[in-house]
């Protein structure tokens, strides 16, 4: 495990380079895009990927004067969709929104995938930051992190909680909060969060970590209980909420990310001239205030480089909470 984290890191610092010395010389693309432009999606519709997927095309159908459409290809813990960007022509007119499951979990969570998460893909940019809260039935008797813990040792595996499916953030998470909090929870996997949420409402789980933007309505409302932020830093729109590393459990980051990507061989000006039009739509106030702040995303526009960077970091820390739970996809 720990050659194949090497040689990952090695892949991705060497990709980025060749993005940052693109980005430090006069763009060769200037007739990019000629033709309409798919991002595809590696999750279904309606779901967050997607919303964000379809703002971002918005905006750059609207700076390049071309088409910009989305197509869902969701399935098998995003691998559909990113097996079949790897395989499509490097030209720049496919690229791929994903979540970090494709590169940093997926690879300790199968041992054998449709891709290679290291050498297969050009990393152009993280999109956004996503927000997870932890949700909770109003059956549970419990107002805050440190009283789950308490009942969750009472009553070792009684406890169940949902998740968007193995491998997910929302079961990682999870996975996470057992082994630092040293309790046991009953997994239940459902294909989406909507489902998901249905099921605990109903009463029949009795938790889940979901997007801070899909609940804060219905928080708000006083329909659902939440207890703290996953993430590392509050959420914005709901300030109130501490987080679970300030709740009980220092150090809990839970911090989810989409972001932005091209088959390897695309032409880094292509590549550098995709970086500089996205980070242009997020620097656009109408887009910040009408989109990404309702939806609680959280803009996080970085270099290539640096993008490939964390998510090299990321793979190894996320490694090491997999092996521990000693989860294998199917």
């Known amino acids: 495990m720990r050659s194949s984290i090497i040689k990952a890191c090695a892949c991705f610092a060497a990709l980025g380079a060749c993005v940052l010395l693109a980005s430090l010389t006069p763009a060769q693309a200037q007739g990019y895009p000629s033709r309409p432009v798919r991002i595809i999606c590696t999750f279904a519709a309606g779901g967050t990927t997607d919303v964000l997927a379809r703002g971002v095309a918005r ?22 969709g990113a097996e079949h960007v790897a395989k499509s022509p490097p030209d720049g007119y496919t690229l791929m929104v994903t979540s970090e499951g494709t590169f940093v979990m997926n690879p300790s969570l199968y041992d054998k995938l449709p891709y ?17 809260v932890l949700i909770v039935s109003p059956k549970v008797p419990v107002s805050n992190i440190q009283e789950l813990i308490a009942l969750a040792r009472k009553q070792p595996g009684k406890l169940t909680y949902g998740t968007t499916g193995m491998g997910s953030s929302s079961h990682l998470n999870m996975e996470m909060l057992q082994n630092m909090a040293q309790v046991k929870l009953t997994a239940v996997h459902y ?12 009463g029949h789980i009795d938790m889940i970590f979901a997007a801070s933007g899909i609940v804060a ?21 709901l300030p109130e909420l501490p987080t679970i590393a300030e709740a009980g459990l220092p150090g809990f980051d839970g911090t989810s990310w989409f972001g932005l990507f091209a088959p390897r061989g695309t032409p880094p000006d292509v590549i550098a001239k995709i970086h500089t039009d996205v980070a242009k739509s997020f620097e656009n106030e109408a887009f910040r205030k009408g989109f990404l702040e309702p939806n609680m995303l959280e803009p996080n526009i970085i270099a290539p480089e640096a993008f490939a960077r964390s998510i090299n970091d990321g793979r190894e820390r996320w490694a090491k909470i997999i092996r521990a739970a000693g989860l294998k996809g199917n």
């Open 191 to 202: 294909r989406g969060a909507s489902q998901a949420l249905v099921d605990m409402h109903g």
């Open 59 to 80: 905006q750059l159908s609207e700076i390049w004067g071309q088409q910009v459409v989305v197509e869902n290809r969701a399935g098998a813990n995003t691998q559909i």
């Open 217 to 237: 309505d219905q928080y708000r409302a006083g329909t659902l209980k939440i207890l703290a932020v996953a993430s590392r830093t509050r959420v914005a729109g």
């Open 116 to 132: 290679d998460a290291a050498r297969d893909f050009i990393p152009i940019t993280t999109l956004v930051e996503l927000k997870q």
